[in-house]
């Protein structure tokens, strides 16, 4: 059985759609907006903004100090910087 025969595609994309709303808005929600910069903010943020290195950047952490939080300020960031909101990609697990 194949992964499409699963999950359509269409359903697929309406969901990712629905976790990256800055895809079309632009603009990460105004809930994550609002919400003051996590510590760590200024010494994760230049991981995620390298791009001579080819790797992934892993945010691990207790439950409930921000990560998430982090992860939108860094996409809005990105945003503010003239970089495409399609270029972000966030995938609730």
């Known amino acids: 059985m194949s992964f499409d025969t699963?999950?359509?595609?269409?359903?697929?994309?309406?969901?990712?759609?629905?976790?990256?709303?800055?895809?079309?808005?632009?603009?990460?929600?105004?809930?994550?907006?609002?919400m003051s910069k996590r510590l760590y903010f200024n010494l994760f943020y230049p991981f995620v903004k390298e791009t001579d290195i080819k790797r992934a950047v892993v945010l691990m952490g207790p439950r409930r100090v921000g990560k998430t939080v982090m992860m939108f300020h860094?996409?809005?960031?990105?945003?503010?910087?003239?970089?495409?909101?399609?270029?972000?990609?966030?995938?609730?697990?």
Do not use: C, M
């Not at 595609?9 to 990256?20: H, S």
């Not at 860094?74 to 697990?93: A, D, G, M, T, V």
């Open 74 to 93: 860094s996409i809005q960031e990105l945003i503010k910087e003239h970089i495409s909101p399609q270029k972000s990609f966030y995938r609730y697990r």
């Open 6 to 34: 699963v999950i359509p595609t269409a359903k697929r994309i309406e969901r990712l759609q629905y976790e990256n709303p800055w895809w079309t808005t632009g603009n990460v929600q105004q809930v994550y907006r609002d």
